[in-house]
């Protein structure tokens, strides 16, 4: 069985070996990035801040939202909600009732004018209520939009017009997830994929061009939040889903699925994005849930379950895979380096959380040729050096202001994108463009 990776690409070592002048900028078109594996293969960027801190390129005004902003032909794309009526809290165990607008802005990448926006209306019941979750995702001229209560949207990028909506509680007769719609939809040729709900359809596959059903598939009690994920089998597309009770592996072109592995995180919360490593499909949540699963042969097996003392537990955050190790937060905010054939966790470090365990801390991390740029929940930008034998920062700075209510404290839980020598990130009020090209 050969197992590779298709949009979630592990970066090749000989790409980490190529000269800066062969590389180029490149956008950051959806969630995790151009080949959704958490690599920015910018050339020419600076390796420590300069002394007057990261060079500001411009600030535009956005509302409420976790939705990470997507850069594509010179437009930045991100999603928010005007709220009119309610207010946001942090009660992870019910939901909060709010009226406003939910929007998909699109601004200007150079002078971050906004450019268009595409509003409705749309009443949110959810815990943790402060708008949209999903990074809106470009492809084939349109931007693809999935709002914190199922509405999924295919907007022309140029400017916003509407090519076909849809109402995935309506059309799927399901309730939102108690946290909302997180799962940020993936496009594959001439098909979307998003979880849905309702019997049988945990996954379906849509149109892009029509927004029609070309197939659902799954049933589970609760669609949990990770997106789809597709990789290669044996030389052939497979769409990875992991629901609240299993990981799957489906036929990208007919739903039919391959094979099943049973994983049931605590409270449903099947968040990361499933990595594809050369020793198999590893996966994690909160409670100190984590296995690598090896799909062969139309059955999955499981190669090692991750204990307290070992692996990765990831609440929020999705691990980065770099050739036979992965690097990711745990569910208190601890970086951990862990070699993905056995599970052994080779070290950990809770720098980048300022040497405190919080509560659901997060931070978000990209692999560029040069080193490591990572994005905490307190709005530092950091610069650093991760291998094997251990973290070594270069330098942070404070670049937003960390405005979202969480159990006792404020975050800003929005990934930022990574595109043409530029960090685009945003929390609650701004959303910002800080320059990383070398001078």
């Known amino acids: 069985m050969r197992l590779s990776v298709s949009m979630q690409a592990i970066l090749p070592l000989a790409l980490l070996c190529l000269s800066a002048a062969t590389l180029v900028a490149e956008d950051w078109p959806q969630w995790l990035g151009p080949r959704g594996d958490s690599t920015w293969n910018d050339s020419g960027l600076i390796t420590k801040f300069p002394e007057t801190g990261p060079k500001v390129l411009w600030k535009s005004p956005v509302a409420n939202g976790y939705s990470g902003p997507a850069v594509s032909r010179g437009k930045v794309f991100v999603m928010d909600y005007q709220i009119a009526t309610g207010e946001v809290d942090a009660n992870p165990g019910g939901r909060t009732s709010l009226t406003g607008r939910e929007r998909v802005v699109c601004f200007?990448?150079?002078?971050?004018?906004?450019?268009?926006?595409?509003?409705?209306?749309?009443?949110?019941?959810?815990?943790?209520?402060?708008?949209?979750?999903?990074?809106?995702?470009?492809?084939?001229?349109?931007?693809?939009?999935?709002?914190?209560?199922?509405h999924l949207s295919a907007l022309t990028a140029a400017d916003g017009k509407v090519v076909w909506e849809k109402e995935l509680k309506q059309d799927y007769k399901c309730e939102s997830p108690m946290w909302g719609y997180a799962a940020t939809p993936l496009v594959h040729e001439d098909l979307l994929y998003t979880l849905a709900g309702g019997p049988g359809s945990a996954v379906v596959a849509l149109d892009v061009k029509s927004g029609k059903e070309r197939w659902h598939a799954l049933n589970a009690k609760d669609i949990g939040y990770a997106p789809p994920v597709m990789t290669k089998r044996d030389g052939k597309d497979e769409l990875v889903v992991w629901h609240s009770e299993s990981l799957n592996g489906l036929d990208p072109k007919s739903g039919k699925v391959a094979w099943s592995q049973p994983c049931d995180p605590s409270y449903g919360m099947s968040i990361m994005a499933p990595r594809v490593t050369g020793e198999g499909i590893f996966i994690g949540a909160i409670m100190k849930k984590s296995m690598m699963i090896k799909p062969s042969r139309g059955k999955a097996s499981v190669v090692w379950e991750g204990v307290p003392q070992n692996s990765l537990a990831p609440k929020n955050g999705t691990p980065v895979v770099v050739g036979d190790y992965f690097y990711g937060c745990d569910m208190d905010g601890e970086l951990r380096c862990v070699k993905a054939a056995t599970g052994e966790r080779m070290w950990s470090t809770l720098e980048i959380m300022n040497n405190k365990k919080v509560g659901s801390g997060t931070f978000f991390m990209v692999r560029t040729p040069q080193q490591w740029v990572i994005f905490n929940d307190g709005g530092e930008l950091i610069l650093a050096?991760?291998?094997?034998?251990?973290?070594?920062?270069?330098?942070?700075?404070?670049?937003?202001?960390?405005?979202?209510?969480?159990?006792?404290?404020t975050v800003v839980w929005s990934h930022p994108a990574f595109a043409n020598k530029c960090v685009f990130a945003r929390n609650d009020r701004e959303l910002v463009a800080i320059s990383l090209a070398a001078e």
Not at 402 to 407: F, H, L, N, Q
């Open 385 to 409: 050096d991760l291998n094997p034998q251990g973290y070594k920062e270069a330098g942070r700075e404070k670049i937003l202001g960390a405005d979202t209510p969480s159990m006792g404290r």
């Open 108 to 150: 200007d990448e150079k002078s971050g004018r906004q450019l268009w926006a595409h509003a409705y209306d749309c009443a949110i019941h959810l815990s943790f209520p402060n708008g949209p979750r999903c990074s809106p995702v470009v492809a084939e001229g349109m931007v693809f939009s999935l709002g914190a209560e199922g």
